[in-house]
């Protein structure tokens, strides 16, 4: 599949403007993912005060930032 050659060059620049790599696929995917984690966390966003959470959100954080 050939998605890439469909795409506007004006688009592209732009792409290659954040994201320089050599293969103009893998810049594809990662934007793609990039979206996606983006529309998941606008989805969770919506939850926001709907979820009873109990924990250690600094903790947490501190984890997933490599931290401890």
Do not use: T
Request: proline share 1%; no cysteine.
């Amino acid at each position: 599949m050939q998605v890439i050659s469909q795409l506007p060059d004006a688009l592209m620049e732009e792409v290659e403007q954040y994201i320089s790599l050599e293969n103009q696929s893998e810049a594809l995917v990662i934007i793609i993912q990039d979206w996606i984690k983006y529309k998941k966390i606008q989805e969770l966003k919506k939850l926001r005060g709907q979820i009873q959470f109990e924990g250690d959100l600094v903790l947490l954080r501190e984890m997933e930032n490599g931290i401890s």
